[in-house]
């Protein structure tokens, strides 16, 4: 079971990986009237609540095959998510600035 345990980490970073850069390039590309990183946020939070609760809650299948699925997916999309919520939280950080002339429109 460690294996399993491994490969659900494993696949969780690399989607992390994968997936940080990507946000960090799309959100400053992609203007929406909501703003550039409202939408990356919120769709980031939907994202790892809705991973949150099954990943925690435990697999009820009887497939081995099944179970690694789902400790392979959700941590994965759990990472997605979570990327997202980064990226566009931190970037929201130059914005708080005093300064007008300083101030990043997000």
């Known amino acids: ?3 399993a345990a491994a490969g659900a980490l494993l696949a ?3 989607c992390d ?4 850069p990507a946000v960090g390039l799309l959100s400053d590309r992609i203007h929406t009237r909501f703003g550039q990183r409202k939408p ?3 769709g980031g ?3 790892v609540f809705s991973c949150f609760i099954p990943l925690f809650s435990g697999f009820k299948g009887e497939s081995t095959a099944t179970e690694y699925a789902f400790y ?4 994965g999309l759990f990472n997605i998510g979570w990327a997202a919520l980064q ?3 931190m ?3 130059p914005a708080l600035t005093c300064s007008r002339k300083r101030r990043v429109n997000s």
């Not at 392979?72 to 941590?75: E, K, S």
């Open 91 to 93: 970037s929201l950080v």
């Open 87 to 89: 990226i566009s939280h």
């Open 1 to 3: 079971m460690t294996e």
């Open 17 to 20: 990986g994968l997936a940080t």
């Open 45 to 47: 939070l939907i994202l």
């Open 72 to 75: 392979t997916i959700f941590p």
């Open 40 to 42: 990356w946020y919120v």
């Open 12 to 14: 969780g970073q690399i």
